[in-house]
């Protein structure tokens, strides 16, 4: 009963009762049981048969184009989730952007939690690609959240010169960014700033809105370097991430400024803990206290964020599924980074690098972005420590450049512990 109610309010003709009668009087209804089973909307009504349709994927290289055969274009294109969503919006993404100069990307996106089961047969395939071989009809994804089984978490700050964690979290019953409405967009923004405002402590802060902030505000977000600005990435822009900007958007950090929250870009949150320096165990530490404090409060209030026990967290990218999280650290490394054998150390050790600026940059001189290429089928504990032993890996492979002495490519790890 639970389920079907949930699905009924979250669709795109009704989200709009949520923003005039407030979640209260409904969150009963919204609360879905984890292990429901999603079945596929209203068909899709075509003039033209599927293989008119289908779109020219001759010259693209992503994930989707890999698995996106005319036969499963054509048993899936008919179809919707509850919300309306369907799997050409799901594919735009990867339809308008052929390539990524430094990374195969995904190609698609999900629109709401059930866009992951009513078009399977496309998304389990490229999941298994991106999560190196994580079968999501198979295998079970572990959680773990506590940061006290951390080993060696504090980074020679010769060569690291910041640490951050963070995840992304959507909340159950609302459609995710690429096909939100607004309405369903600003009820995310009130459920979460309400959550917010009960963190205490050395998490309690304050909520600014992309819309009613001051300049003095804007210019000290832009300083600290908290300020997201509107998309420019096409990998967004085309998925529908843009749309409204910057209507019910925001940004959260608590008063020391380590622990943030990203209301409605990329997802319905993003969660960051960071600190300038090494210690890589206290920001995780700090990560797995917050997040933990801001879902008790949004389940008062009686919402809670979609999970499930294949694919863990749900997020709008299937990049991003399980844990979500990505842990890194800004570092330096001059001489590794000139080495042959720098890209087979950071695959062995499942890392991967990127420039200090984002996934569309490339590195500046020999600082580099480096962390956790993996998300889903290990947990958030499993992950991070895979990160500091990798990145006190690099460490000592550069003290050992520095000092004429030869280095080794490690045996490569394996995803699945």
Known sequence: MASSFARILSSKRNVGILSLVGAGSLTVGLLLNREQHVSAGAQVRRVYPPSAEYPDLRKHNNCMASHLTPAVYAKLCDKATPNGYTLDEAIQTGVDNPGHPFIKTVGMVAGDEET???????????????????DPRKMKHPTDLDASKIRSGL?????????????????????????????????????VINALGGLQGDLAGKYYSLTQMTEEEQQQLIDDHFLFDKPVSPLL??????????????????????????????????VISMEKGGNM??????????????????????????????????????????TGLRAGVHITLPRLSKDP?????????????????????AAVGSTFDISNLDRLGQSEVQLVQTVIDGVNYLIECEKRL?????????????QFK
């Open 237 to 270: 822009t085309c998925a529908g991430m843009a749309r409204d900007w910057p209507d019910a958007r925001g940004i959260w950090h608590n008063n020391e400024k380590t622990f943030l929250v990203w209301v409605n870009e990329e997802d319905h949150t993003r």
């Open 116 to 134: 992951y089961e009513v078009f399977a047969d496309l998304f389990d395939p490229v999941i298994m690609e991106r999560h190196n071989g994580y």
């Open 402 to 414: 520095e000092k004429g002495q030869d280095i080794k490519i490690p045996a490569a790890i394996s």
């Open 341 to 361: 054998r720098f890209p087979k150390i950071l695959d062995n050790l499942r890392l991967q690098k990127r420039g200090t600026g984002g996934v569309d940059t």
């Open 155 to 191: 980074f020679d700050e010769k060569y690291v010169l910041s640490s951050r964690v963070r995840t992304g979290r959507s909340i159950r019953g609302l459609s995710l960014p690429p096909a939100c409405t607004r309405a369903e967009r600003r009820e995310v923004e009130r459920v």
């Open 281 to 322: 165990k206290r920001v995780f530490e700090r990560f797995c206290r917050g997040l933990q404090e801001v879902e008790r409060l949004i389940q008062e209030k009686g919402w809670e964020f979609m999970w499930n026990e294949r694919l863990g967290y749900i997020l709008t990218c299937p990049s991003n599924l399980g």
